[in-house]
């Protein structure tokens, strides 16, 4: 209740500072949310701008490519919506630099946003010293999933930490007759698999050299052509229906106790959800092995600009509740990602969320993926070559590091 | 007077018409110049207008993705085209055997051309699924050593296309194969009848020749559905294992929104204009010119 008054006072002050007393409050917002979980935590978003006296239009395009399409299409239209999705990273730079997108710095400042956010989201959403976009979560992807069914029955005690005991462990798991690794391989999620294994077993200092400084050294060094090594190694522990599968089918795969684990997001959990089970106690979660971190994408909203004093109160206000502690928690609970801002409390967060949000806490642990670090092009590019090396086992690590090299080279 | 006379009989139709010569000079060939001219530019999520010349072309023809799309797309096109021409031959000349129930089978032949190719690839992906489709149907039958999971690799995964696509197109080229068949002068039989040629030879000498304007239109459709083939390849392998199945137009796709490169993806999708250009001149020639003949 007192979170109420808070919204509404805010909401006085930007009215009266935008000198809008009556404004139309509608917002339409385009986003890709249309999966059960995705469109409750959408809800989470609808119910709380209403709540703060503005109506929402929902906008829901399935598919981030259909959606990022719609939404480029309306902004050069000349009709954008009052606030779209995008990724957090580079892909919506071009549209800061040509202009489209307003700013919230008025906001971000008065809110102090910048004491709240983690470093490297300030710097992906920062352009000329000023906040253009509205983060909304931290999704954790480097996720091991596994069903505490197969590695019971697979005698496998513990939760591998290291790599020697992980594929110990897979080999046990196969052993018992379940497939080890659940994995439904496109160039997706070969190169989503590839950034986890480079991460995990190089380290973070070689991962930025590797896929921010592009350092051709760096691709040479042996704990990289360790980290090949170990994608490649990897290959022999999916069974043979992987190619083409969906992402969830895999995931369903661990939900049947048919497959041990699967390497994947957060947003996992929604399918687990909705087969009924629990985090942390009707299936397992562990961050990759080796030293752990949380290697993070998210979702932001952008704002276009849009010359109607209604549509810029109406962006203000979602700018506002979007951002919210309150909005912050129970949308995340939803999505199943975590609070994009570190001053909310997630102690009523499922265990696996509550462990990564403390894994990100201390210094140096929170690692981008390689979405902050390089543009769609680069990363298309180094994604047909990562799925070619995933389905090519006679292609040798320095052939795929000299493959990377020149992905990385052509690309823009 | 007659010339009057004959303006006043066609200015309907030339009104009628008028909103399509609109539609198809402004919108389809006004977006056929425009893609070809952002071709040359720079572009990436949003269309500019800075000029590179061939650059994205000399990108495009190194891209090892969009030379192994070119090469699928070749076997995809050649397999699928005479596929479809010999099954849909074959099933046209039996349907032409006066069979009893023809209507039923002509139906059920043309059916799975009713069926989207995301259907198609949907239904197919899960027979040609190796561990829940026809591998374990079979096994459980007691058929061993026939592998069947053609997608699970990339050496085979084209030919899982071709297939699934062959079962879906066979059944047009029937019906249009089967419209020539009726055609054909019954004189002809009767005649090879008297001077004792079989069957066989009939239809290969000499009923087949006469097809050739009806096998022609069905290489144009077949052959222009093979070059733009993108809903089959997404639906069934996404273009996997590795690199194993994809197509240029899949490629454009990719290009165009996910990976924000407008101007490469505009680049692939001018040449694929002129391989569809290609397979369409024998027809144009065919009724323009060789009609102008004769």
Redesign the interface.
């Known amino acids: 209740m007192g979170g109420r008054h808070v919204v509404s006072a805010v909401l006085a002050t930007l009215m009266l500072s935008s000198s809008v007393l009556a404004a139309d409050l509608t917002a339409e917002v385009m986003h890709p949310w249309t999966s059960g979980g995705e469109a409750a935590a959408a809800k989470v978003f609808a119910d709380q701008y209403e709540a703060a006296g503005g109506t929402w239009v929902d906008n829901a395009i399935a598919g ?2 259909a959606q ?2 719609a939404s ?1 299409s309306s902004i ?1 239209g000349g009709t954008p919506p009052t606030a779209t999705h995008f990724n957090t990273g580079k ?1 919506f730079e ?2 800061v630099s ?1 202009g489209m997108l307003r700013d919230v710095e008025a906001i971000a400042t008065e809110e102090h946003w910048r004491d709240v956010l983690p470093q490297a989201i300030i710097d992906a959403i920062t352009a000329d010293g000023k906040i253009m976009a509205v983060p909304v979560n931290l999704q954790t992807e480097n996720w091991l999933w596994y069903s505490k069914e197969v590695f019971e029955k697979s005698g496998v005690a513990e939760v591998p930490k290291t790599w020697p005991e992980f594929f110990a462990a897979a080999d046990k798991i196969r052993a018992a007759g379940y497939v080890p690794m659940a994995h439904g ?3 997706f999620w070969d190169r989503f698999l590839f950034q986890k294994v480079l991460v995990s077993v190089a380290g973070p200092e070689l991962y930025l050299k590797v896929l921010a400084d592009r350092d051709p050294a760096a691709l040479k060094d042996p704990k990289v052509v360790e980290a090949f090594e170990t994608l490649g190694k990897l290959r022999g522990y999916v ?6 599968r969906l992402w969830n089918d895999a995931t369903n795969m661990v939900i049947t106790n048919k497959a041990g684990f699967q390497i994947m997001g957060d947003w996992a959990k929604g399918e687990f959800a909705a087969a009924g089970m629990t985090p942390g106690v009707d299936y397992g979660c562990s961050l990759f092995p080796g030293e752990e971190m949380v290697v993070m994408s998210g979702d932001i909203f952008v704002l276009p600009k849009i010359d109607d004093p209604d549509q810029t109160a109406a962006q203000d206000l979602l700018a506002h509740v979007l951002f919210a502690k309150d909005t912050q928690l129970q949308f995340n609970i939803k999505k199943g990602s975590n609070p994009i801002r570190n001053d909310v409390d997630v102690s009523s967060m499922d265990a696996c969320a509550q462990h990564a949000a403390a894994v990100q806490a201390e210094p140096g642990h929170l690692v981008p993926n390689p979405q902050f670090l390089m ?3 680069m ?3 180094m994604a ?1 070559v990562i ?2 090396f ?3 086992p006679s292609m040798t690590p320095a052939e795929f590091a000299t493959q990377l090299q020149a992905a990385f080279e ?1 690309a ?1 | 007077m007659p010339l009057l006379i004959r303006l006043r009989r066609i200015l309907p139709a030339l009104i009628a018409l008028s909103p399509t010569a609109v539609f198809v000079f402004g919108i389809f060939l006004g977006c056929l110049i425009w893609t070809c001219v952002i071709s040359f530019t720079s572009s990436k999520l949003l269309p500019n207008t800075d000029f590179v010349g061939f650059a994205q072309y000399a990108r495009l023809l190194t891209t090892e993705r969009w030379i192994v799309s070119v090469q699928h797309m070749a076997v995809y096109g050649v397999a699928y085209v005479v596929g479809c021409l010999v099954i849909g031959l074959l099933l046209a000349i039996f349907i032409d055997q006066k069979v009893r129930f023809e209507n039923t089978f002509r139906a059920i032949f043309l059916f799975p051309y009713a069926l989207s190719f995301i259907v198609t690839g949907a239904v197919w992906q899960w027979l040609f699924n190796p561990s829940m489709g026809l591998n374990t149907a079979l096994a459980g039958l007691g058929v061993a050593g026939l592998d069947l999971g053609l997608l699970a690799s990339p050496d085979t995964a084209v030919y899982g296309l071709v297939i699934a696509s062959i079962w879906q197109g066979a059944g047009l080229v029937m019906v249009i194969l089967l419209a020539g068949l009726r055609g054909v002068d019954p004189e002809i039989w009767k005649a090879t009848r008297v001077d004792g040629v079989s069957p066989a030879k009939t239809y290969l000498w000499i009923v087949v020749p006469e097809l050739a304007p009806g096998i022609l239109t069905s290489v144009v459709i077949l052959g222009i559905a093979a070059v733009k083939v993108y809903d089959l390849v997404v639906a069934m392998t996404q273009g996997g294992p590795g690199l194993g199945s994809e197509v240029p137009a899949k490629f454009v796709m990719s290009l165009l929104f996910e990976r924000a490169n407008v101007g490469l993806a505009t680049a692939g999708a001018t040449l694929m204009l002129l391989a569809v250009l290609c397979l369409l001149a024998p027809l144009l020639y065919l009724s323009y010119f060789r009609r102008g003949a004769r």
């Open positions: 981030n490519d990022l399409a480029i050069m892909p071009e549209l040509a391989s496109n160039s069974d043979a229906g992987s190619p083409g543009s769609n092009d990363l298309g590019a047909d799925t070619k995933w389905n090519t052509s823009v």
